[in-house]
């Protein structure tokens, strides 16, 4: 299902020749990906983190400074900077994961905002406020030129459904399952021997590993890295397209993130006042709603959608 | 099977709506062939800031291109086609300005974009037309790399702005001459806390001591940027007693750290350096003007002190009921080069325009004798009006203001290009 999906979009981008089409698709799986991940603590794992956009920014820096050297190709690259993202992720989460609700949210807030004055006062190496200036070389690498947009933005769409399928696959497995029970009753899940700080800890890694990804695409996507990539905001719009999306539905998130970026791009189409237009239609889903777009869609189609669910079962 | 059925209905329903788009947008093709090249306007896509704290930048930045753009599609336009402006709020974010330039090129078909980011958001743009190909000027980012850095450059990419390598040097100068006539030695730095700040704090004081070796750094205090407090700075400076001061603090920063330095009588003990004060938004803004600051011109009616210049501000003044600042005649300037090499070539192709903007020098109210030159080998411009002078409470603002020496500006930056391994 995900195969064809890919297939369509693709095929899709490549008939139409839409640049527009092709740029929003891209953003989506960049965002979406960054959603996804951001759900499998917030939504799975029932940890609300507040400094997500940590590994977003690590991803893409990491990547870019790579990068720059010249001395790296792009798959070296970007394994280096995953797996960098990785021990950053076990190394904050061993930490954070021992705090509960607003006292993990405020940590990871603070580690978020540590990473973030290194990359503003490093200025030799990550360029402070300027961002990594002079763009990201994309040397052809086993037959892939990156510095075509078709080839970068199929291999990005590969990359999107490759890793939402794998999610998937982990939230329908044991794995996924056991992170539910951690969520919903922690006392039960260590009297059935699940070791829960692990488990809340392997959930941390995994997201933070996938939002440096979705960091790593950024980077290619804007040819450079900017500190707003490790900022505040940047977990907060994380959080915003969960809500939007839902939590609970899988594909909520990237549906979230969907309606974000369209409802960004209209509103700054059409008024100056982008702020004050988003607030209000983001509050009238909150309050009106009171849940995400994906979440009212099954729960008003809910006695279908059970029906069909239990069928297929 | 009813996995395949499920999403044999969605995508169904996805090629219909992707059928409807493309057919609307085959139906909206054929009418714009219709109607003819001829009158159609030339699109000029504008990224800026238009909300938040600087959002003065962008209302500037929009103004001052419209009245250039106002007066030529008056005058007829390009053989009858009329420029239009289109402006799109990127919150300052770079990923954003990235996305509305390709927005701007893809969507809405702006042939040429005026970037009026500043900051890390013009590097971003840099990158997509560096891209696309399209022809590029930036008309806000005062960051000498941008320019200056082969690495960086791109052919179709202009800057229309001061540059801080050029404002530094003009202070370091007039600074010496200061010293020079009080013997004043203890300096102190207050600048704001990120690359802007210590970069040209840093470049000041380079030409400073290459002029006067004797002056001595004795304290550093860094504010954050959008800082709401300096009560810790201003308290460190007055035990530190520097005999001058030097900030490169701008705009509310700047109105707060002086109305807050007021209280504590700050101004009387030593003498402040600012390049940043000499703009109507942020003297009209502080509540009581100390006298004596030093500061560089970011835009004053009186500076070049010309028939031509007085009569711009008084046009924008009349048009926007705001006076023009610094953004308004970078914009304003940057879009006439446009126009001329428009006018020159007949043509909006990005590579005819370029070649006819790349060395070009235009007549205008803001530079020194009255013209501004875009300097080929780096293609930003030069000759634009700096000026020194001292700070008084009212209208003029700043009185006995010293012009720079263009002559001495150029060596100096190219001994500065060298060294950074630029040249």
């Known amino acids: 299902m995900a195969l064809s999906g890919c297939l369509v979009v693709i095929a899709l981008a490549l008939t139409l020749d839409n640049p527009q089409f092709a740029d929003f698709v891209l953003r989506l799986s960049i965002f979406g990906l960054y959603a996804l991940s951001l759900n499998l603590l917030v939504g799975y794992a029932g940890l609300v983190s507040f400094g997500h956009a940590m590994f977003f920014g690590f991803g893409a820096y990491a990547f870019g400074l790579l990068m720059q050297t010249g001395l790296v190709s792009i798959p070296l690259a970007f394994v280096v900077s995953i797996a960098g993202a990785a021990v950053l992720a076990v190394s904050v989460g061993a930490l954070c994961i021992r705090l509960k609700d607003i006292y993990f949210g405020i940590l990871t807030l603070a580690f978020q905002m540590l990473l973030h004055a290194v990359i503003l006062s490093w200025v030799s190496l990550t360029g402070g406020d300027q961002g990594l200036q002079g763009g990201i070389p994309r040397p052809p690498f086993l037959g892939v030129d990156l510095g075509n947009p078709k080839q970068f933005f199929v291999l990005a769409c590969v990359f999107f459904f490759g890793l939402v399928l794998l999610v998937r696959q982990m939230v329908e497995s044991p794995f996924g399952y056991s992170l539910r029970m951690v969520r919903d009753n922690p006392e039960r899940a260590l009297a059935l021997g699940l070791s829960v700080q692990r488990y809340k800890l392997a959930a941390f890694v995994i997201s933070g590993t996938i939002a440096a990804n979705a960091g790593v695409l950024m980077s290619l996507y804007v040819s450079g890295a900017y500190p707003n990539f490790a900022y505040w905001t940047l977990s907060g719009d994380g959080i915003l397209m969960i809500m939007l999306g839902g939590m609970t539905v899988f594909l909520g998130p990237i549906a979230g993130a969907g309606i974000f970026l369209m409802l960004n791009g209209i509103i700054t189409r059409t008024t100056e006042y982008s702020g004050l237009v988003m607030g209000i239609v983001l509050l009238c889903v909150v309050l009106g709603l009171r849940r995400g777009v994906l979440d009212f869609v099954f729960e008003r189609c809910g006695p279908w959608a059970v029906r069909r669910l239990s069928r297929e079962g | ?423």
């Open chain 2, 1 to 423: 099977m009813k996995k395949t059925s499920k999403l044999g209905r969605s995508r169904r329903d996805f090629l219909k709506s992707a059928a409807a788009t493309a057919a609307f947008a085959a139906v909206g093709g054929l009418a714009r062939t219709a109607r003819g090249q001829s009158n159609e306007p030339i699109k000029i896509g504008q990224p800026t800031i238009l909300s938040g704290r600087v959002a003065r930048l962008g209302e500037s930045s929009r103004d001052g291109a419209q009245m250039a753009i106002d007066a030529f599609n008056a005058a007829g336009g390009l053989n009858g086609r009329k420029l239009q402006l289109v402006t799109r709020d990127s919150k300052g974010r770079p990923d954003e300005a990235a996305r509305v330039v390709r927005e701007l090129i893809n969507t809405d078909k702006c042939q040429i974009i005026l970037d009026s980011e500043a900051s890390s958001a013009a590097f971003a743009v840099q990158e997509v037309i560096r891209q696309t190909g399209t022809l590029c000027m930036h008309a806000c980012s005062e960051t000498t790399s941008l320019t200056a850095n082969p690495k960086i450059r791109a052919a179709n990419a202009f800057r229309c702005a001061r540059q801080d390598i050029h404002d530094s040097i003009a202070g370091g100068r007039y600074a010496a001459q200061f010293v020079k006539q009080q013997g004043f030695k203890r300096w102190m730095i207050c600048s704001p806390d990120y690359a802007y700040g210590r970069d040209v704090s840093a470049l000041f004081f380079h030409f400073l001591k290459e002029s006067e070796p004797s002056v001595e750094v004795v304290s550093e205090t860094w504010p954050k940027l959008f800082a709401p407090d300096y009560t810790e700075n201003i308290t460190k400076i007055l035990q530190t007693k520097p005999q001058a001061l030097y900030s490169a603090l701008y705009g509310g920063d700047l109105v707060t750290f002086i109305d807050q330095g007021n209280l504590y009588g700050l101004f009387d003990q030593l003498t402040l350096f600012d390049p940043n004060m000499a703009d109507y938004t942020t003297l009209e803004a502080v509540k009581k003007l100390p006298k004596g600051i030093h500061s560089g011109d970011r835009y004053l009616s009186t500076f070049p002190n010309t028939k031509a210049n007085a009569d711009w501000a008084a046009e924008y003044q009349k048009k926007f009921n705001v006076p023009p600042i610094n953004w308004s005649w970078q914009n304003y300037v940057g879009m006439t080069f446009i126009i001329e090499a428009m006018k020159k070539t007949g043509s909006v192709d990005s590579k005819a325009l370029s070649d006819a903007i790349r060395g070009m020098t235009i007549d205008s109210p803001f530079g020194v004798d009255g013209k501004i030159t875009m300097r080929a080998e780096d293609q930003t411009i030069i000759n634009y009006a700096i000026g020194w002078g001292v700070i008084i409470p009212n209208a003029p603002y700043l009185e006995d203001i010293k012009p720079a020496d263009w002559n001495v500006i150029l060596e100096l930056e190219k001994d500065w290009k060298k060294k950074k391994g630029y040249i």
